[in-house]
């Protein structure tokens, strides 16, 4: 059973930075692609950045330039880093690991909260 578990979540001032972390278990992680999303209360889940298996990256317009994804195959992990964070980053992120339509999973999300 592959389980992803978030980490690195938490309080952060305007303008601060936090790092995310996505530690997968399983045999799949190198032949997956990873995505960062979040949801703020009310609205929709969104897309916030992603890498492919090959490394490739794309990200959400609001975070270009602000946010960079990771991948460590060695290590069975992903990373979001998130710099100059606005008081709209508040959401939680979620991690989620695809690799066809029958492998797709999500992790149980990270609270991430900046205060202006």
């Known amino acids: 059973q592959v389980q992803l578990v978030e980490s690195g979540g938490g309080l952060v001032q305007a303008g601060g930075s936090l790092r995310l972390s996505c530690a997968a278990s399983?045999?799949?992680?190198?032949?997956?692609?990873m995505g960062w999303y979040r949801q703020a209360p009310g609205k929709q889940r969104e897309l916030v950045a992603a890498?492919?298996?090959?490394?490739?990256?794309n990200y959400a317009d609001s975070v270009k330039g602000r946010f960079t994804i990771s991948r460590h195959n060695a290590k069975n992990t992903a990373s979001l880093q998130m710099n100059s964070l606005k008081p709209e980053d508040t959401a939680v992120y979620y991690c989620r690991m695809t690799r066809s339509l029958w492998h797709d999973y999500w992790g149980q999300g990270t609270q991430v909260t900046v205060s202006s």
């Open positions: 890498i492919t298996s090959g490394g490739s990256t």
């Open positions: 399983g045999t799949i992680f190198s032949s997956s692609a």
